[in-house]
């Protein structure tokens, strides 16, 4: 989330420059202008969108403002209708999203601040955005999405003509999967538990609870004497939330335990649909012995199964913690080598068919992998492509529509480019 507030940060300091610098008219759409420091911006917007670099030039930049210009002008001239209220709920939770994802409000407001700018700004260039979208969708779905159909005939036409070329599925393999997520031991969490009720101790004999915050709570807001700042529901864990929220002002909670570790809790503060909260928080994470355990069971996994004790179903149904194993039975599918999930890659392929990977250890979870059976290539059937073919069709034929569409909207608009 970070890196989206960076973009938005980025991309106005990049108009303020381009205003300050370069800027000059370069286009009139309608009662619109258009600035070189608009394109600019729409340059940029494009390019952490994830369009290369290489492909982003001005005049394609300035096409994509002139349709959203115009689109923008009609959806106005046509009286398409939004709710102000939504919209403005929406920019003001997108905004609260990125505000919680700083350790403090000091650091959000800060980092507006060096980019000369203003959290009322932000809300409003928020809004504007969500709204000149709504409206735009809504006059697209009447005059473009609304107008495109695919009929099965079509779609079968065109799987009989691509099918040698198009339809051709490679060698894959059955796969099947074992994760197994280290986590912290019954000893580890007793443990961890101990040591927040001697927290609790010193806080009823009086100790101040800012002050042993800032002690030995293992949270960022440790730096603010644990405070957490003012948060509605929706903002935190649910059992801080709920806890905090059945408090009166000045009381300190029992312990709770949250999917982070054990919390003691402190509120600090109410208003209207808000209240404010201090926490001690205690992290249970997994101990190195907790995670030499897990390797150890996943080598026993590994070995049942290159001796042919277990089969992989049996060890897959006993031991993973994949939600799914129940139903999937450890498979994860027929994939082809390019479908491999890409940290695992490399092990997969190196492994022999009908073979166990190592263990693989990928943010605190350990993985075996093994190909259980080759699957020659062959020709998709019409049913097993039935869906992307369609989805194909769908969007060249959406796409089609529109470039008619904006083209003759367009048209009808008075658009100037201006050339220096």
């Not at 982003?56 to 102000?84: N, R």
């Not at 969708?137 to 070329?165: G, P, R």
């Amino acid at each position: 989330m970070k890196k989206i507030i960076l973009i938005v940060l980025t991309s106005f300091l990049i108009f303020a420059l381009s205003a300050e610098l370069v800027d000059r008219i370069v286009a009139k759409v309608g009662p619109d202008i258009i600035l070189l420091s608009d394109v600019y911006k729409m340059m940029y917007q494009m390019q952490a969108a994830g369009i290369p670099k290489e492909y982003i030039s001005q005049d394609m930049a300035l096409q994509e403002i002139i349709e959203q210009k115009v689109i923008s002008q009609k959806a106005k001239e046509l009286g398409i209708k939004i709710d102000e209220d939504k919209i403005k709920r929406y920019a003001q939770n997108y905004l609260s999203e990125m505000k919680s994802q700083y350790p403090s409000p000091q650091e959000f407001q800060a980092a507006l601040a060096k980019e000369n700018l203003t959290e009322a700004e932000l809300l409003e260039y928020f809004i504007e955005e969500i709204k000149n979208s709504a409206m735009s969708q809504q006059l697209i779905d009447l005059y473009v999405s609304s107008q495109v159909s695919v009929t099965e005939e079509e779609m079968q036409e065109f799987y009989e003509a691509t099918k040698d070329t198009m339809a051709v599925k490679p060698i894959t393999w059955e796969t099947g999967m074992i994760m197994y997520k280290i986590t912290p031991s019954k000893a580890t969490e007793d443990f961890i538990y101990k040591q927040m009720q001697e927290i609790k101790k010193r806080i009823d004999a009086g100790t101040d609870f800012a002050s042993l915050a800032s002690e030995i709570s293992d949270c960022p807001s440790k730096i603010r004497g644990g405070d957490l700042g003012y948060f509605s529901r929706g903002m935190m864990l649910k059992p801080i939330e709920d806890t905090a929220f059945s408090m009166d002002v000045g009381e300190i909670s029992d312990i709770i335990r949250s999917e982070n570790g054990y919390h003691i809790i402190k509120l600090t503060d109410k208003r209207r649909d808000e209240v404010r909260a201090s926490h001690i928080l205690k992290l249970v994470q997994p101990t190195k012995s907790d995670s030499l355990a897990a390797y150890a069971i996943m080598e026993r996994v590994r070995e049942l199964y290159e001796s042919g004790q277990s089969s992989f179903t049996e060890l897959a149904l006993q031991y993973s913690t994949d939600p799914d194993v129940t139903k999937n039975k450890g498979i994860i599918g027929e994939l082809a080598e390019n479908e491999f999930p890409e940290p695992f890659k490399s092990y997969i392929l190196a492994t022999p068919v009908g073979k166990m990977t190592p263990v693989i250890e990928k943010d605190g979870t350990l993985y075996l992998f093994v190909r259980l059976k080759e699957i020659p290539p062959r020709i998709f059937t019409y049913e097993e492509v039935k869906n992307k073919i369609y989805n194909v069709l769908y969007q060249y034929k959406l796409q089609s529509a529109y470039n008619e569409w904006i083209n003759k909207l367009i048209k009808e608009t008075y658009v100037e480019i201006i050339k220096q």
